[in-house]
């Protein structure tokens, strides 16, 4: 059992497959994310790669506190992937809210709604940041193996 | 028996046809990201990515039909793995050749398509029954010149059956130059049959997220995936074997190596096509397959039964 579980969570580190997910950023966070997946950074080389649907994502990349009206949506979005998932919070207001929490329309970080992995605070978080969280969290993962 | 089950489950059957398909994602990813100025994946990617998936969970959406929605994806996996078996790998033999072989491979070919389609249908979700329709709706387009094409080859060599075929061409290599348009043609309607990109409309991630697929998640994503690599090189192997197959007759370990490198180009082709064009929208794409590549295929058709009279 020991090998299958090595050769799994090794499979797991080396293929993370995320979904970019908009929570009510004002769209600076979301585009440090789009330049981190550009040829400039070239994420494919860790095994990167953005898909377009939850169900074959491994990681819910949020950005932005989380609205009112987005928050059904978001709880939709995190049950339809599969386990096991993880969720990043890139930037300072999807860490805590940031300038806007206490809005009337704003619920709070993203935590308020659904379990974080890793935040990364920043505003915006830049490119190199948002790598290293990721790297971070899934040497996370490796941990508690040894 | 024993040497029947060791080539159906291991050579050249389902553990190598596997591990090939596999590479042969990774040998076009890497030359897509190559040509893009990128690093690319490591060599292992794909497999991480294979075992990834199938340690995932399985969601099966509670309005899906469950049976239709699992079985789907075994279909067109069991039937590419059959495809290979007809294929003429390291000698001009294969392990099961009969007159018309080339027939049966070619609709083999053509279940994992209907395959991905019920399985996109019957997941019920609007996007993926979108992406299942284009994909059918692809298929009339791309098919016809496709078998034109590789039929016309067969048709000089005066065989229906893929081993004929295989000896005609090394006798006379000097004929493979007249079947250079055929070739063309079957390599652009091979991107319609892979969904690669000037034709990936039915999974066009940027407007229906992932097409037939979207609902598919865990181990039979993974099978949807290998059957999709499995196909790429299935389909390169047969392009290989009708248009240029070359080095067969040398001794098996060289002509097996001969043979590889032969289908690695056709993925290189492959993947320099799709890195140099764009996304096609359908009606475009059934335009451009019925008013330019049929009238060519037919022509590479009248050509061959003209040479035929001439030469023969």
């Keep these: 059992m020991g090998l299958v579980k090595k050769i799994v969570t090794w499979a797991r580190i080396k293929s993370p497959w995320i979904l970019h997910f908009n929570t009510g950023a004002c769209n600076a966070c979301d585009i440090e994310i789009i330049a981190a997946l550009t040829p400039r950074y070239d994420l494919e080389r860790f095994g990167v790669q953005l898909k377009g649907t939850p169900r074959h994502a491994d990681i819910l990349v949020c950005s932005g506190p989380v609205t009112k009206q987005i928050e059904d949506r978001l709880v939709r979005i995190y049950e339809q992937m599969p386990e096991p998932k993880f969720v990043v919070a890139v930037g300072t207001c999807a860490c805590s809210g940031g300038v806007f929490n206490g809005c009337y329309n704003i619920k709070g970080g993203i935590k308020s709604t659904i379990p974080v992995s890793a935040f990364i605070p920043g505003c915006p978080a830049s490119p190199k940041a948002i790598i290293d969280g990721v790297v971070k969290l899934l040497q996370s993962l490796e941990e508690p193996k040894k | 028996m024993i040497k029947a089950l060791f080539s159906i489950l291991i050579f050249p059957g389902f553990l190598f046809v596997s591990v090939f398909g596999l590479f042969a994602e990774f040998f076009d990813r890497k030359i897509y990201a190559r040509l893009q100025n990128r690093v690319g994946p490591p060599w292992f990617q794909t497999f991480a990515d294979f075992i990834k998936l199938l340690?995932?969970?399985?969601?099966?959406?509670?309005?899906?039909?469950?049976?239709?929605?699992?079985?789907?994806?075994?279909?067109?996996?069991?039937?590419?793995?059959?495809?290979?078996?007809?294929?003429?790998?390291?000698?001009?033999?294969?392990?099961?050749?009969?007159?018309?072989?080339?027939?049966?491979?070619?609709?083999?070919?053509?279940?994992?398509?209907?395959?991905?389609?019920?399985?996109?249908?019957?997941?019920?979700?609007?996007?993926?029954?979108?992406?299942?329709?284009?994909?059918?709706?692809?298929?009339?387009?791309?098919?016809?010149?496709?078998?034109?094409?590789?039929?016309?080859?067969?048709?000089?060599?005066?065989?229906?059956?893929?081993?004929?075929?295989v000896i005609f061409y090394t006798r006379h290599p000097l004929y493979c130059l007249f079947n250079l348009i055929g070739f063309g043609i079957s390599l652009i309607a091979l991107l319609g049959k892979l969904e690669k990109t000037p034709f990936d409309i039915p999974e066009a991630e940027t407007e229906i997220v992932a097409g037939a697929f979207t609902e598919y998640s865990g181990r039979l994503l993974a099978i949807l995936r290998l059957t999709i690599d499995i196909e790429m090189v299935v389909g390169s192997a047969l392009l290989v074997a009708v248009f240029f197959p070359f080095g067969l007759t040398l001794a098996p370990i060289t002509g097996f190596v001969v043979f590889m490198a032969e289908i690695m180009f056709v993925i290189a082709l492959l993947s320099l096509l799709r890195t140099v064009v764009a996304r096609l929208r359908i009606d475009q794409m059934i335009n451009f397959c019925w008013k330019y590549m049929v009238p060519l295929a037919i022509f590479q058709l009248l050509l061959n039964l003209t040479l035929k009279r001439i030469l023969m």
């Design chain 2, 55 to 165: 340690a995932k969970e399985d969601i099966v959406p509670c309005e899906a039909n469950p049976r239709m929605f699992g079985l789907a994806p075994i279909f067109a996996l069991a039937s590419v793995i059959t495809v290979f078996l007809y294929i003429p790998l390291w000698k001009t033999e294969t392990l099961f050749s009969f007159n018309g072989d080339i027939i049966m491979v070619l609709y083999l070919l053509t279940v994992p398509t209907l395959a991905f389609f019920i399985g996109g249908w019957y997941s019920t979700s609007l996007f993926a029954r979108i992406g299942s329709v284009r994909c059918v709706t692809q298929l009339f387009a791309y098919e016809v010149p496709l078998f034109m094409s590789i039929l016309a080859a067969a048709l000089l060599a005066n065989s229906w059956s893929l081993v004929d075929i």
